[in-house]
């Protein structure tokens, strides 16, 4: 029985396609690689389910992608042999987002497309790009394993519902109509599909595959009869980590890209490498060039696209790389570790260490590559990351040096809020005889900018780190100290410029330690056991008193976070 049903989108499916339909059309083209994309994702899919049910693959062993268009009809169909998808399956994958937050990430949406548009790539643009260029999308699938009667067919030509029926569906795999828009029947031509597959899918593990032209007629008579239509790969079909370096163009690597992490926009840079020896693997790292919406958000995906030898395992292998280094994206393909290895394995198999920290330095190597041959690129990546890389120290404290090289800063040299000074940049500038790095945190930049702990360093000329994210009281705690010179917090025990303060500074320390004291002592006598101590000092230059924490008080910042957490 068919037993076809009416079903709503999910609200922020139907938002998102709403967002897609609307403020996509300028780049119509990227239907057909997320469609590709997905055909070939079934297609790893089948391959490692087949690892251990080969009779999965037997019946039809040959992975393939098809793309036909029928020009009278407005038609432009993608087809695939690969995993398929049940009836339950088709209405989660197609009817929701399933992405954790995403309901309360989709109510920042403002309205303003222009806007809203960048939120779509956080998302990855996926399945409903086929709107993009459709009016009417129906889907034909059926499970590899299930029976003919097993098929499904999906159908929606609105942007509030779809219909799900049980059909009859002769072989296992997936195929998606598009019923083109007026406006898209461009994309219904042979030549044109050639070419944007070449630009987007070139990279696509298996065949993607048209009709082999017509061979001009008159030339080979005999072949007249009736023939199968045949098929010709109009890709490389080539795993695109497996070729040579040198072989692979720039588009290339970001095309894949693209394939593999759902963002659209191009990364920052990546890093390509085969090993052999001790360990035998390939990976390839990338930077983006966007953060996604969930990057702070603990049960978010994250990690890498684990194949051995050439057979997709899985998705967010989140084993290899870092907590710090979540917002990395790519791909592992290991000769080490055994074809059915699962999370548990993963977790206790001794490569996975070893790999994990080998990649860790390539990644932070990449970054220094980065820092010193574009500035402006290394800049937007600090902006994007630069506070999920302040918890390395505390993760990773074997890479601290490495990891202290990358972190920049906002400091009163240069006082702006752009965080763009390195540590060793700020050590060059340290005055004689002074062995701290100092720092002042605080909530916001306005407020550790005119902070009053900052006016004898001002004063001086000594330059003091202006820290304002959430970590970084934290970051600094476990950093300790770079080059030698320890952190220390400016709003902190009694203060001590080291060698900076000279035979003058001295007598006038002095000369005001006693000039005050009288007054030191009556101001004790009324705060009495509200303070532990209180002072004279030349610290302050326009500000009549201030307040320090003792040298092993829990710095401002992290008070203010536990007193706002109720403790
Ligand atoms: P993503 O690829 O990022 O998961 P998409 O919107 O592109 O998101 O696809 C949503 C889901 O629909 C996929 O995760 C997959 O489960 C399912 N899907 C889409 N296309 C196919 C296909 N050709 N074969 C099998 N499953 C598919
Ligand atoms: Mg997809």
Not at 201 to 229: F, N, R
Not at 275 to 298: C, H, M, N, W
């Amino acid at each position: 029985e068919a037993h076809k049903e009416s079903h709503g989108f999910q609200t922020e499916a139907k938002q998102l396609l709403h967002l897609m339909i609307h403020s996509l059309y300028s780049n119509k083209e990227i239907f057909l690689r997320e469609l590709v994309s997905n055909a070939s994702d079934a297609a790893d899919k089948l391959r490692f389910e087949a690892l251990s049910k080969p009779e999965l693959l037997a019946e039809d062993p040959d992975l393939r992608i098809r793309i036909e268009f029928d020009k009278d009809a407005g038609t432009l169909t993608i087809s695939d042999n690969g995993i398929g998808m049940s009836r339950d399956e088709v209405i989660e994958n197609l009817g929701t987002i399933a992405r954790s937050g995403t309901a309360s990430f989709m109510q920042n949406l403002t309205g303003d497309q222009k806007k809203d548009a960048h939120l779509i790539g956080q998302f990855g643009v996926g399945f409903y790009s086929a709107f993009i260029v459709a009016d009417k999308v129906d889907v034909f699938t059926r499970r590899a394993g299930a029976d003919a009667s097993q098929g499904v067919h999906w159908e929606c030509s609105g942007e509030a519902e779809y219909s799900v029926e049980n059909v009859e569906w002769p072989n296992r795999g997936t195929r998606v109509v598009l019923h083109l828009k007026d406006d898209a029947t461009e994309f219904a031509d042979d030549w044109r599909l050639r070419s944007i597959i070449k630009k987007y899918s070139d990279h696509i593990a298996i065949p993607v595959e048209m009709l082999k032209q017509a061979a001009p007629a008159g030339e080979d008579d005999e072949s007249k009869e009736e023939k199968a239509p045949e098929f010709e790969a109009v890709n490389a079909a080539q795993a695109l980590w497996t070729r040579p370096r040198s072989e692979v163009k720039s588009e290339e690597y970001q095309e894949f890209y693209k394939h593999i992490s759902h963002d659209f926009d191009d990364p920052l840079t990546w890093s390509h490498n085969r090993v052999e020896g001790k360990l035998d693997y390939t990976s390839l790292l990338y930077i983006p060039a966007r953060a996604p919406f969930d990057l702070y958000q603990r049960d978010a995906a994250r990690g890498l696209k684990l194949y051995v030898q050439r057979t997709f395992i899985m998705d967010d292998a989140e084993q290899f790389l870092p907590l710090y280094l979540r917002f990395v994206k790519g791909v592992l393909d290991s000769n080490d570790l055994p074809l059915n290895v699962s999370r548990e394995i993963l977790q206790k198999d001794q490569n996975t260490d070893a790999i994990k920290s080998a990649l860790t330095k390539r990644v932070l190597d990449m970054l220094d590559k980065l820092s010193k041959k574009d500035a402006d690129q290394y800049q937007k990546f600090w902006d994007l990351f630069g506070s999920v890389m302040k918890e390395g120290p505390a993760e990773d404290f074997s890479n601290k040096e490495k990891i202290a090289k990358l972190l920049r800063f906002s400091t009163t040299h240069t006082d702006s809020d752009k965080q763009d000074q390195s540590l060793e940049a700020y050590v060059g500038r340290m005055k004689e005889g002074q062995k701290h790095i100092y720092y002042v945190c605080a909530d916001n930049f306005a407020t550790a900018k005119s902070s009053p702990y900052l006016e004898v360093f001002r004063k001086k000329g000594i330059e003091v780190l202006l820290l304002t994210d959430q970590v970084d009281e934290w970051f600094v705690g476990h950093m300790q100290e770079f080059d030698g010179k320890q952190f220390q917090d400016v709003a902190k025990g009694a203060l001590d410029l080291g060698d900076a303060e000279n035979e003058d500074d001295k007598a006038e320390r002095e000369k005001v330690e006693k000039e005050a004291g009288a007054l030191v002592e009556r101001v004790k006598e009324v705060l009495e056991s509200r303070v532990e101590d209180v002072r004279a000092t030349t610290r302050l230059v326009d500000s009549p008193a201030c307040l320090v924490a003792s040298d092993n008080d829990m710095g401002l910042q992290m008070r203010r976070i536990l007193e706002q957490a109720g403790q």
